[in-house]
């Protein structure tokens, strides 16, 4: 499973957005500001033209993706009971999209320890790169989170931020969405607690 760190390209990236429902925001301290944080993201991967397919884990009885996010652009809203967002039918779209498969996905969603993690692991043993975007991460506890980011690490990911991915995407303040992109971003990213040691992060 080589991994060959090179610039994000928005014609070469996908974004996939895991599982966040109506039904987990209660038991999850930190939702709302996840929220926020991949709000911003998916709408600059909107305005790069990122595509973007959104998975919800069993909605009828976990409820649709909440609605302060706009998926109206994604290419796919498919759900699953599945852990892992690679189902045949993700698969099938994803070839629709690049013929064979992208060189990198932007991974953002809940819970980390189990549908993330597990989406992760599925795309890295398809030899993709495979960005974690933490402050768009979570799970009901902290821990879990952080040690799903820890052994994410060691598997080959990227550990991120939605600030990291979108200035990567842009490259160039000429470039012709950067007044969009600016405008998302001006705001600070909502604060997720991640933890500081270097070994987790």
């Given at each position: 499973?080589?991994?060959r760190?090179c610039?994000l390209?928005?014609k070469?990236?996908?974004f996939?957005?895991?599982d ?9 301290p930190?939702f709302?500001n996840m ?5 911003k993201?998916t709408?600059?991967g909107k305005?790069?033209?990122v595509?973007l397919i959104v998975?919800?884990h069993?909605p ?7 609605s302060e996010?706009?998926v109206?652009?994604?290419k ?5 009971t ?13 070839k629709?999209?690049f ?5 990198d996905v ?15 692991i599925?795309?890295?043993?398809q030899d993709?790169n495979?960005y974690?975007?933490a402050?768009?991460?979570c ?15 060691q598997?080959?990911?990227?550990i ?5 991915v ?5 490259r160039?303040k ?7 992109v600016r405008k998302l971003?001006?705001p ?10 270097p070994?987790?992060?």
């Open positions: 499973m080589a991994f760190r610039h390209n928005p070469k990236t996908l996939l957005l895991c966040i429902q109506e039904k987990f925001r209660p038991s999850m930190l709302e929220v926020k944080n991949v709000d993201l709408k600059a305005a790069l033209d595509p998975t919800e069993y009828e009885k976990l409820g649709k993706t909440v996010l706009d109206s652009h994604a796919a809203v498919q759900g699953k599945y852990f892992s967002m690679m189902t045949p039918q993700v698969k099938s779209v994803i629709d999209i013929g064979e498969k992208p060189q932007v991974l953002y969603g809940l819970e980390s320890h189990i549908c993330v993690e597990q989406t992760a599925d795309l890295r043993e993709i495979v974690i975007v402050d768009c991460c799970s009901r506890l902290n821990q879990d989170r952080d040690l799903a980011l820890e052994r994410l690490r598997a080959g990911c990227v991120t931020t939605s600030e990291s979108i200035f990567d995407l842009v160039d000429n470039n012709p969405k950067f007044d969009v971003v001006n600070t990213s909502e604060d997720m607690e991640l933890s500081r040691s070994s987790k992060l």
